[in-house]
């Protein structure tokens, strides 16, 4: 599985054709957003790309951060999910 660390929201173009690239290849792909990386969730083109991920989720304290009470539309999780998904990763590649 590749994760993609999404730290940068200037980096929707490249996170959505990774994803697309990597379900072309049949390569699972899973994110994690954090920091201002969680404001990329506020792109169509990257929420479209992210259905297809085995596995999306967003730090939820930078969430509230930066997004304030707004709906999250991923997986809520932490730091300690982060790591998990780092464990499992066969590629990490940070955005």
Same mark, same amino acid.
């Given at each position: 599985?590749?994760?993609?660390?999404?730290?940068?929201?200037?980096?929707?173009? %490249?996170?959505?054709?990774? %994803?697309?690239?990597?379900?072309?290849?049949?390569?699972?792909?899973? =994110? #994690? #957003?954090?920091?201002?990386?969680? *404001?990329? *969730?506020?792109?169509?083109?990257?929420?479209?790309?992210?259905?297809?991920?085995?596995?999306?989720?967003? =730090?939820?304290?930078?969430?509230?951060?930066?997004?304030?009470?707004?709906? =999250?539309?991923?997986?809520?999780?932490?730091?300690?999910?982060?790591?998990?998904?780092?464990?499992?990763?066969?590629?990490?590649?940070? *955005?």
């Amino acid at each position: 599985m590749m994760l993609l660390v999404v730290t940068r929201p200037d980096s929707s173009q %490249i996170l959505a054709n990774l %994803i697309r690239a990597c379900v072309r290849l049949d390569q699972k792909v899973s =994110c #994690f #957003f954090t920091n201002d990386g969680v *404001l990329a *969730l506020d792109n169509k083109t990257v929420l479209d790309a992210v259905q297809s991920t085995e596995e999306a989720t967003v =730090c939820m304290e930078s969430w509230r951060t930066f997004m304030g009470e707004a709906a =999250c539309p991923v997986q809520e999780g932490s730091q300690t999910h982060h790591s998990r998904l780092v464990a499992e990763a066969t590629a990490i590649v940070s *955005l």
